[in-house]
């Protein structure tokens, strides 16, 4: 059996990272959380794209290498393996997808942070953000993800575990399997997806 993995708000937390340093990236602009449920910086915190701009050239780099993985991401993936399931990570992670230097230089940073935080995998996928066909052509039976847009639409052809966030709190759906740890997701696996 397939997983697929994303990284961003699944292997690692995205959404309090990012209210955590935009907070103190934009208060010198006298802005602060405004919608706390937002997906994208610059709806949170209410700001131009310009603004947004300067903050992720701040602190992109730092938070694709510096931010650990969830607690127990790897050991459950681990445990997985030795199950017999493949892991496919999936990513649609900034700049991954460019075929030019800095593509490539994020793409060695994704694959290096994957090593430090001990995230075993079979294959690794740079996609787009919409990672439906990712999923088909690669013949995913489950995918773990955060992100509504790509919930809702793989959540039609194959279960997906939504990891918990506040952006996310719209996915239901008899497909969906919401989960709000790494335990969480392994036991989703192996009761009620398994039996489904």
């Not at 340093?21 to 949170?44: A, E, L, Q, R």
Request: some cysteine.
């Amino acid at each position: 059996m397939r997983i697929g993995i994303d990284i961003d708000g699944v292997l690692t937390d995205f959404e309090k990272w990012q209210l955590d340093f935009g907070s103190k990236f934009f208060i010198k602009y006298n802005k602060n959380i405004v919608v706390p449920d937002g997906y994208d910086s610059d709806v949170i915190f209410d700001v131009t794209k310009e603004m947004d701009s300067e903050f992720w050239e701040k602190y992109l780099y730092d938070y694709a290498k510096n931010e650990p993985a969830r607690k127990f991401a790897g050991e459950v993936i681990d445990i997985l393996k030795e199950k017999g399931y493949e892991i496919y990570i999936i990513t649609a992670r900034y700049l991954t997808d460019r075929d030019d230097d800095l593509g490539k230089n994020m793409r060695l940073i994704v694959k290096e942070w994957l090593k430090q935080n001990k995230i075993n995998y079979d294959k690794i996928i740079f996609s787009p953000e919409d990672k439906f066909d990712i999923c088909k052509d690669n013949n995913i039976d489950i995918m773990i993800e955060d992100k509504v847009d790509n919930i809702n639409k793989i959540s039609k052809i194959i279960p997906v575990i939504c990891f918990n966030a506040s952006y996310n709190k719209s996915c239901i759906g008899n497909n969906i399997f919401r989960a709000h740890t790494w335990y969480d997701i392994y036991y989703i696996l192996t009761n009620k997806i398994k039996n489904n």
